[in-house]
């Protein structure tokens, strides 16, 4: 089953985020990991952003530096349609806050949060939302 909106996801050298999102979906497009890289990364259609919290629980680290740049840029903020939210749960109230900050500053709505590469459930659940959020 194809989804049926695209899924652009940051995924750090650990690589956990892009693994929930290989199991996702085979056509995830990534966020180049240099904030420099993607200043000139343009994504030219709707999509819902998935990315993890960095900082351990402060709030000014929190998104990672190439999602900012990615969002500064209005072609992509325009597009963004949702958020998944990838973490660790050991890090309390703070667990997913990169995720709660973008869909407040933008207004979209949070469509998950994933501990780390989330369970089976989680992929089954996440791409039911998909479909009754952006479906047909």
């Given at each position: 089953?194809?989804?049926?909106?695209?899924?652009?996801?940051?995924?750090?050298?650990?690589?956990?985020?892009?693994?929930?999102?290989?199991r996702l979906?085979?056509?995830?497009?990534?966020?180049?990991?240099?904030?420099?890289?993607?200043?000139?990364f343009v994504v030219g259609s709707e999509?819902?952003?998935?990315?993890?919290?960095?900082?351990?629980?402060?709030?000014?680290?929190a998104i990672p530096k190439s999602v900012k740049v990615f969002l500064n840029n209005p072609a992509n903020r325009d597009l963004l349609r949702g958020v998944i939210g990838t973490g660790n749960t050991n890090f309390g109230e703070h667990y997913?806050?990169?995720?709660?900050?973008?869909?407040?500053?933008?207004?979209?709505?949070?469509?998950?949060r994933v501990?780390?590469?989330?369970?089976?459930?989680d992929i089954v659940t996440i791409k039911e939302r998909l479909e009754l959020l952006y479906g047909n």
């Open positions: 089953m194809s989804l049926p909106i695209t899924i652009v996801y940051f995924s750090n050298y650990s690589e956990n985020t892009k693994r929930f999102v290989e979906t085979s056509a995830g497009v990534r966020i180049p990991t240099k904030p420099s890289d993607a200043r000139d999509y819902v952003l998935v990315f993890p919290t960095y900082g351990g629980g402060s709030e000014s680290p997913c806050k990169a995720a709660d900050m973008v869909c407040e500053k933008t207004g979209v709505p949070l469509i998950a501990e780390i590469m989330g369970t089976p459930e």
